[in-house]
């Protein structure tokens, strides 16, 4: 199975980023919320305007593709954590896509 996930790169208006993965493929702020790295984000943003997400939808392993669990979620972070070149290295990516958030709205 191919575990889908996608990797966040939130910067605030001060560009000031953090980088996190999700399960699946995001394609709205909604699929966001919930993951603790995102709502942390919010919370400290909520008065920083606009913020920019970079959204980059990653796939790792073969066969039939399924969203990552929770679970697989924190190992891919943990693998990202110890080589900062296995996304890059071990991953394919799938699309890429940017949005603009305002946190005072979510």
Known sequence: MALIFSRVIATNRNEETTEFLV??????????????????FVSANKNNGAAVLHIETRSYGA?????????EVAYLT???????????????????????VYPESI
């Open 23 to 40: 399960s699946g493929s995001v394609k709205t702020e909604q699929d966001l919320i919930g993951w603790t790295a995102f709502d942390e």
């Open 78 to 100: 943990k693998r990202m954590e110890m080589r900062s070149t296995f996304l890059e290295n071990s991953t394919e990516l799938i699309e890429t896509t940017d949005m603009v």
């Open 63 to 71: 066969e039939e593709p399924v969203d990552a669990t929770v679970e």
